[in-house]
């Protein structure tokens, strides 16, 4: 019973690198989304996709892409990394849409950028 | 846009009492309300569900109520135990879109 899975657990960049957050779920999840956690802040959600091809912005969309070709995957890409995007970030994902369905979390990607 | 806010300051209490903690709401009611605890390093693990109609709702130790008229909703641990120290996060739809979005939470420390 893996659930969500997110790689790496631990990243560190320089200014201006890019990378791939990876996320996967085998629970045939319709609905996936990303969040930042900030200390003093929550969760944030940056972006989120209620099925294959189908993605949105959510709160913190910016500096961000995503994309939704299979169920289980939803990658988060930074293209050109910032020191505001050092954040813990975290997957998460439900059977449906969120309204009445609770979310299942990754175990987390904690980010630094030098 | 909708915001919610939860206490920042952390609950300290002493075990076998009752914890109770707020989440308040701005804007509109949405029409589900969660609840979810997260240990440190660990990502949120959904609690409860709470419905406009219901008001109240209950899982062993835990309660939650809904009260549209205020906006918000309260979240009690009775019995506590030093085991239910975490952060408590509030969850709901930020608007007739499907972004859901949490409270910056609660940390509740029991003390033994």
């Known amino acids: 019973n893996a659930g969500v899975t997110q790689t790496p657990k631990f990243q560190v960049l320089k200014t201006g690198q890019s990378m791939t957050l990876q996320c996967a779920q085998d629970m045939n999840h319709e609905y996936m989304s990303w969040y930042r956690q900030d200390p003093g802040m929550g969760l944030r959600l940056i972006h989120y996709?209620?099925?294959?091809?189908?993605?949105d912005q959510g709160e913190v969309p910016n500096g961000y892409n995503v994309s939704r070709s299979t169920t289980e995957d939803f990658p988060l890409r930074l293209l050109s990394a910032a020191p505001s995007q050092t954040s813990v970030y975290f997957c998460?994902?439900?059977?449906?849409?969120?309204?009445?369905?609770?979310?299942?979390f990754g175990s987390g990607t904690q980010l630094s950028v030098l | 846009s909708q915001k919610i806010e939860q206490n920042s300051e952390a609950l300290n209490i002493q075990e076998g009492k009752t914890a109770t903690l707020t989440c308040n709401y701005t804007n509109y009611s949405p029409a589900y309300l969660q609840w979810y605890r997260q240990d440190p390093g660990r990502g949120p693990v959904f609690l409860l569900l709470i419905r406009e109609n219901e008001k109240e709702k209950r899982k062993e130790r835990l309660k939650v109520t809904f009260d549209t008229t205020l906006k918000q909703s309260l979240f009690h641990i009775t019995a506590s135990q030093p085991a239910d120290s975490a952060t408590y996060l509030c969850?709901?739809?930020?608007?007739?879109?499907?972004?859901?979005?949490f409270g910056s939470g609660t940390r509740l420390l029991v003390r033994p």
């Open positions: 998460a994902s439900s059977r449906r849409l969120p309204s009445d369905e609770k979310l299942f």
């Open positions: 969850a709901l739809l930020m608007d007739s879109s499907y972004k859901l979005i």
């Open positions: 996709s209620v099925g294959a091809g189908i993605t």
